[in-house]
């Protein structure tokens, strides 16, 4: 064995090659799993299809006139505050393009502001970006887009 | 006598990789598992999940939710109290969900109503495997002004 000595040295030093890779694998799992559950339980997109769902139908068993438009949140049922903190709404009539529409008289609801973030596409893998759903549908012969979105995430705070 | 000989043969022995590369598996098993079982990513999914189904909700809705597995988290960590598990602010439009000592998530619905008589009624249903389950109840009302009798 004294013989061959380079020999046993290489052997020995497979050791360190072998606990290098464990290393490396176990760093990658670890960061793995913490990117994973760090992002939370994405629920934003859901949020906006309840919120949309809820603005459609308010839309479809209103008669839409300035009335309703001045009091959407009583006859949506909806709780301004937090709308006005996490949600972003936009109604729009007989709009070819209610996202980038600048006239006031096509727009019948807007809360928020950024609606062009809703169809960036790149802005899906940002989580500072709102995740949004956009409906169409007809009533009484005229065209409505509504434009929902939600930027909430939860809040972890002592208690 | 020959004690280089000795540890060479040591590291050489296919028994030690088999050692290191368990005890790898056994640490990334605990890591993992001590994620899972953690109660913020339970609270956030518990917190979320309830406030879908509040902003979904009509009034006179009665709601009946299989906690089974938020309560058992809790208890795990030390919860003082399942009261504590669940908590909704009406005033605020705000639910909470409290699964580990010291911290809550809470998570804001923006439907319009207020959550009443919230209970959570130990072994109160049954699962798919015919077992006990914890079962967390609430109903939905108009929202109340401040002063105003919950009915």
């Known amino acids: 064995m004294l013989n061959n000595r380079r020999g046993d040295l290489g052997d020995i030093t497979m050791i360190f090659v072998y606990l290098f890779f464990i290393v490396i694998i176990g760093v990658g799992i670890f960061a793995g799993i913490y990117l994973f559950f760090i992002q939370g339980y994405e629920f934003r997109e859901a949020e906006s299809d309840v919120l949309n769902y809820k603005v459609s139908h308010c839309i479809l068993d209103n008669n839409i006139d300035s009335k309703f438009i001045g009091d959407f949140y009583n006859k949506c049922a909806l709780e301004k505050g937090v709308v006005e903190k996490y949600n972003l709404i936009r109604v729009c009539k007989n709009s070819d393009d209610c996202v980038n529409e600048r006239d006031e008289k096509a727009v019948l609801i807007g809360q928020g502001s950024k609606f062009q973030a809703c169809r960036f596409e790149g802005g899906r893998k940002n989580d500072a970006f709102p995740r949004c759903v956009i409906k169409n549908f007809v009533k009484d012969g005229q065209s409505y887009e509504v434009i929902t979105g939600s930027t909430q995430n939860s809040r972890r705070s002592l208690g | ?151």
Request: glycine content about 6%; charged content about 25%.
């Open chain 2, 1 to 151: 006598m020959n004690k280089r000989a000795e540890i060479g043969d040591v590291l050489q022995d296919p028994v030690v990789y088999l050692i290191l590369i368990v005890i790898f598996f056994v640490g990334m098993l605990y890591y993992v598992l001590q994620y899972n079982g953690s109660g913020a990513v339970w609270e956030d999914y518990y917190a979320k999940e309830i406030v879908k189904m509040i902003d979904f909700a009509k009034v006179g809705d009665e709601f009946n939710v299989d906690v089974h597995k938020a309560t058992e988290i809790a208890k795990s960590n030390s919860v003082a109290s399942f009261s504590e598990i669940f908590q909704v602010d009406n005033k605020n439009n705000e639910l909470c969900v409290k699964l580990s000592r010291g911290r809550k998530t809470c998570y804001s619905y923006f439907n319009n109503v207020d959550v009443v008589d919230l209970n959570l009624k130990l072994a109160a249903g049954k699962n798919e495997k015919n077992q006990d389950v914890n079962i967390l109840s609430f109903r939905i009302i108009n929202k109340q002004k401040e002063g105003e009798n919950v009915k």
